[in-house]
Antibody
């Protein structure tokens, strides 16, 4: 089973860019989908977007204008950038994996990173 | 997008009792692409059930899922102390993938 380890800045000011990275250990290097999901008391669990083994991305329409997900296959890592953050973006952010196809559950998760946006 | 509504919000039960959690979708979840996750404080969610009724690897058989279309159920036959947690349903039939708001199973 895939294991995920994530890291990134935990405290941001409004208007800054959130940047997180997730390293992938094990699993297949084809037929996968890597996602970012966030969780906050007000919004619950919210899927942000995903990138597949071909580099094709898909984003939640609610965040699409501010999100970029990219992959570095040489390092087995993928990353999230969310620009122009506000206090509403304060949440625990998770990376997650789906094997096989886009229509598959999230079968592995990172440990989570608390990101706080405050002036 | 498909909105998932879970009920009840909180379930207060004793160890050994049966828990029944509900997840209702705002539109039909095709191919029963419905999953259940368990989350404990300070941890990431863990996949329990996928395809509405298939247990994920390593999940005990006291956990079972059922349902189709818009109505789904997660049952825990006999609650063990480690089962007290928050449970979420999630649909993966139509993007954006969405989650329910969760049901907390607490010790009575």
């Amino acid at each position: 089973q895939v294991q995920l380890q994530q890291w990134g800045a935990g405290l941001l000011k409004p208007s800054e860019t959130l940047s997180l990275t997730c390293a992938v250990y094990g699993g297949s290097f084809s037929g996968y989908y890597r996602s970012w999901i966030r969780q906050s008391p007000g919004r619950g669990l919210e899927w942000i977007g995903e990138i597949n083994h071909s580099g094709t991305t898909s984003y939640n329409p609610s965040l699409k204008s501010r999100v970029t997900i990219s992959v570095d296959t040489s390092k087995n890592q993928f990353s999230l950038k969310l620009n122009s953050v506000t206090a509403a973006d304060t949440a625990v952010y998770y990376c997650a994996n789906k094997d096989y196809s886009s229509t598959w559950p999230f079968d592995s998760w990172g440990q989570g990173t608390l990101v706080t946006v405050s002036s | 997008e498909i909105v998932l509504t879970q009920s009840p919000g909180t379930l207060s039960l004793s160890p050994g009792e049966r828990a029944t959690l509900s997840c209702r979708a705002s539109q039909s979840v095709s191919s029963n692409y419905l999953a259940w996750y368990q989350q404990k404080p300070g941890q990431a969610p863990r996949l329990l059930i996928y395809g509405a009724s298939s247990r994920a690897t390593g999940i005990p058989d006291r956990f079972s899922g059922s349902g189709s279309g818009t109505d789904f159920t997660l049952a825990i036959s006999r609650l063990e102390p480690e089962d007290f947690a928050v449970y979420y349903c999630q649909q993966y039939s139509s993007s954006p993938w969405t989650f329910g708001q969760g049901t907390k199973v607490e010790i009575k």
